[in-house]
């Protein structure tokens, strides 16, 4: 089997083996780790078939050739099973009209589709330590919009040799990812709000990452950094496996023919999970169009539209908080690849990022992304129709990154024509949302004065659903974490987490 190492998109990194790029997570010169090597589609006819873990079987040996085959077999077996998803089919698939397919990928235990990848992240890293000899205690540092804070603290949970610590902006995630956090149990978890937005505690991770003399503080008393975001190559390749395994259940439903090809509607912030695409697609997926649905916050559509990334703008929090971002970190790692793997010119539009809040690409380079994406918005407004018109038309619930999904998609139809068979990824259970979906189908004015947590309860009863059971008194679990710093206190808080303060 080809062994395939990992590069950083900065140029000024040793290869890496895959366990050593999960383990590093980062690489030591602020670049993301992509593969080095060409990837071998599969020929059409021999898409990898079967279940959800052969599927993702399949795709990790091509990617972990440092693995074991039983390594990764005991990883898939102990991360997608029906203790940890509460579907056989992890991303069951739900056709909602004609040639449009809602995927959901939220059946984890944080009902989130961040579950997908961080159910497994544990035992690839555990695994990858082992492999290496790897004597440090782990430092899992997060930050989150919302969703990958819990995933990731439901994951690491009293894992051995780890440690996970959390940053979330305070007043940027809803109250029931706020509360999902704060009361989250286990030895070796930490939660802590952050003033500002995401951004302000992206920033922070990555200057932590960053800062040499800090990771050699930390060598020296047996720590070393990990991250679970998808910065992280081991969040980011089981992200690949759901494009696969949704294709081949279109295909034993018999509602496409094998190699025909596939729309994907993804809703996305940082880039990650609509990356996961174009990987699926450099495979050999049969993918038509990718299709990137932001939010208000359009940084993304404004970039993918017009080549010019300009994070110098406001960030508004919307009712789709996980896409509430304006840097966008994993679009480092396509304009790597759709350039050749050239260092010097990613690092010079990263440096522009830094130095001037923007960047501008080449229309060669442009272009090559319009063959692949197209993308456009939702606003609030437009957001709420969407969860109103599908529960009325289907009697679907949908969450609001969904609805801006669904938004996007119907701008696309009028935009292309031709019909194509469409995924629509659905990234998280509209109970996580409940305010705002209930907001939405029932009314602003009626129900402005209550709380979130009352609101779970009105639409589980007013569209005769159950309240997911993780979910259902959520607010009566005691508060564990309430600490709050601001962004120039993170590294700070950090050591004092781990008493080297």
């Not at 017009?306 to 994070?311: F, M």
């Not at 009712?319 to 690092?347: A, F, K, Q, T, V």
Request: hydrophobic fraction near 35%; charged fraction near 20%.
């Amino acid at each position: 089997m080809k062994i395939i190492k990992y590069c950083s998109t900065r140029g000024n990194a040793d290869l890496a083996t895959s366990a050593e790029a999960i383990i590093k997570g980062l690489a030591p010169d602020s670049g993301l780790y992509v593969p080095n090597e060409a990837i071998i589609p599969f020929k059409t006819t021999r898409l990898p078939s079967g279940d959800y873990r052969n599927i993702a079987a399949i795709i990790f040996r091509i990617f972990l050739s440092d693995y074991s085959f039983a390594e990764i077999e005991n990883a898939v077996l102990a991360a997608y099973n029906i203790n940890n998803f509460d579907h056989p089919l992890i991303t069951p698939l739900c056709k909602l009209s004609g040639d449009l397919f809602v995927a959901e990928l939220w059946h984890g235990p944080t009902y989130a589709f961040k579950d997908i990848a961080l159910q497994i992240l544990p035992y690839l890293l555990r695994t990858a330590v082992q492999k290496k000899g790897e004597k440090s205690e782990i430092i899992i540092l997060t930050a989150t919009s919302g969703d990958t804070g819990k995933s990731a603290l439901e994951g690491f949970r009293d894992v051995p040799g780890t440690r996970i610590i959390v940053y979330f902006p305070g007043n940027g995630v809803s109250e029931v990812q706020k509360l999902q956090m704060t009361t989250q149990e286990g030895s070796n978890v930490s939660v802590t709000a952050v003033k500002g937005n995401f951004d302000d505690t992206q920033y922070g991770v990555k200057k932590i990452f960053n800062d040499q003399k800090l990771a050699i503080r930390l060598a020296s008393a047996g720590y070393r950094l990990s991250s679970a975001n998808s910065i992280n190559w081991g969040r980011l390749l089981p992200q690949i496996v759901y494009y696969f395994a949704t294709y081949n259940e279109l295909v034993s439903r018999g509602e496409i023919k094998p190699g025909e090809r596939v729309n994907y509607v993804v809703p996305t912030g940082n880039f990650g999970n609509i990356l996961a695409g174009y990987y699926a697609r450099q495979l050999g997926l049969p993918v038509r169009k990718l299709i990137c649905a932001a939010n208000r916050n359009n940084v993304l559509s404004d970039f993918l539209n017009s080549g010019h990334y300009n994070s110098r703008r406001p960030l508004y929090r919307t009712s789709s908080p996980s896409m509430d971002i304006l840097i966008s970190s994993n679009l480092e790692r396509l304009l790597y690849e759709l350039n050749g793997h050239d260092p010097e010119r990613l690092s010079a539009w990263m440096n522009d990022l830094s130095e001037r809040g923007e960047y501008r690409v080449d229309e060669k380079t442009l272009s090559r992304i319009q063959d692949l994406f197209w993308s456009d918005y939702a606003d609030e407004i437009e957001t709420g129709h969407a969860i109103a018109d599908i529960y009325r038309n289907y009697n679907y619930l949908i969450d609001t990154h969904t609805a801006v999904g669904k938004t996007v998609f119907d701008k696309y139809l009028a935009f292309e024509s031709e019909k194509c068979p469409t995924v629509l990824f659905s990234t998280a259970s509209p109970f996580k949302f409940a305010g705002s979906v209930t907001r939405a189908l029932l009314g602003c004015n009626q129900y402005q004065d209550k709380t979130e947590f009352e609101l779970l309860d009105i639409l589980a009863r007013e569209t005769n659903t159950t309240i997911p059971i993780n979910l259902a008194g959520l607010n009566r679990k005691p508060v564990k974490h309430e600490q709050v710093i601001e962004p120039d206190r993170m590294c700070d808080h950090l050591l004092s987490s781990i008493s080297l303060s």
